[in-house]
C-alpha cells in the first residue's frame, strides 16, 4: 500500500463524507466554470478573441457534463449536490476575463489530481476514473486558453 509521502506531499486521505464535502467544492467550480464561460463567449468582442468565443461556449457544454458528473457521484456516496455555484469574476477586459478562467482550471486541475488520489486511496476507483476523463478536458481547457493569451502552459502540479 503507498505511503502519502509516495503518493505526493500534498495529500491527505479523507474519510467518504470529507470526499462528498470536496467534491461538492468541485461541483460549485463547476458551475462557476459553466456561468463565466458562458457570459464570457457572449461578451468577449475584436477580432482577435473570436475563436476564442467559440471554443467557450463548448467549454460551457462540457463543464456542465462535469458538473452532471459531480453531482451523480455526491449521490452516490449519501451526499446532496451542492447548488450554489463559486462567485463568478467579470471584467471590461476580454484578457481578464481569460486570466480569470485560466487561474479557474488551474485550481480545478490540481483539485482534480488531488480528487483522484483521495478516491483510490478510498477504494474509488470508478469515480477516480471518471475523474481523470474530466482532467483530460480541463487540460485541454487550460491550453487553449493560454494560447489564446499568448502564454506557456501555466504548471499545476502544485499552488504556482
Do not use: W
Not at 456516496?77 to 463559486?86: I, N, Q
Not at 476580454?94 to 482534480?112: K, S
Not at 469515480?127 to 483530460?136: D, F, H, K, N
Request: aromatic share 6%; with cysteine.
Amino acid at each position: 500500500m503507498a505511503t502519502p509521502t509516495s503518493i505526493g506531499p500534498d495529500f491527505q486521505p479523507v474519510t467518504r463524507q470529507e470526499l462528498v464535502k470536496l467534491l461538492n467544492q468541485d461541483l460549485a467550480r463547476e458551475y462557476q466554470a459553466v456561468i463565466s464561460y458562458v457570459v464570457y463567449s457572449q461578451v468577449l468582442k475584436g477580432a482577435q478573441y473570436m475563436n476564442i468565443a467559440a471554443e467557450l461556449e463548448v467549454h460551457a457544454s462540457e463543464e456542465l457534463a462535469h458538473a452532471v458528473t459531480l453531482a451523480k457521484q455526491v449521490d452516490y456516496l449519501g451526499g446532496m449536490p451542492a447548488t450554489v455555484p463559486e462567485l463568478v469574476t467579470t471584467s471590461e477586459k476580454a484578457e481578464d476575463m481569460l486570466r480569470f478562467d485560466l487561474d479557474a482550471e488551474n485550481e480545478t486541475i490540481r483539485n482534480y489530481r488531488l480528487r483522484v488520489r483521495q478516491c483510490e486511496a478510498l477504494g474509488e476507483y470508478a469515480l477516480a476514473e471518471q475523474l481523470r476523463e474530466i482532467l483530460v478536458q480541463e487540460q485541454d481547457h487550460q491550453i487553449a486558453l493560454a494560447t489564446a493569451l499568448g502564454i506557456d502552459v501555466p504548471d499545476a502540479s502544485s499552488g504556482k
